[in-house]
């Protein structure tokens, strides 16, 4: 997905692009949606692996508020956030 362009892991463990610091997570997301993303999008990994970032693995959210829904439903169904 990112071949040739050098990335590290963050603090929080997300993949960025070395120079630009962009996540790899949301470049990833806007070549599956053949746009950018808009104000307040965000990017979910679907199986909880913040290294994985193929294009099955990622959920666009409209808002934080929706994003932090799936999480606390995560949380009731499996015992983790």
């Known amino acids: 997905m990112s071949r040739g362009r ?9 993949s960025r692009f070395k120079g ?11 070549k ?4 950018s993303l808009r104000s307040g999008e965000v990017v979910h990994h679907k199986n909880r692996n913040k ?5 099955s ?6 808002s934080q508020k929706e ?3 799936t999480h606390k ?6 015992g983790f956030w």
Not at 6 to 14: A, P, S, V
Not at 51 to 55: G, M, V, Y
């Open 6 to 14: 050098k990335t590290y892991k963050d603090k929080k463990g997300y």
């Open 57 to 62: 693995n990622l959920w666009v959210f409209d």
């Open 32 to 35: 599956k949606l053949g746009r």
């Open 73 to 78: 439903k995560d949380k009731k169904r499996f």
């Open 51 to 55: 290294s994985d970032n193929r294009p």
């Open 67 to 69: 994003h932090h829904r």
């Open 20 to 30: 630009s610091d962009r996540p790899v997570h949301q470049w990833a997301a806007e």
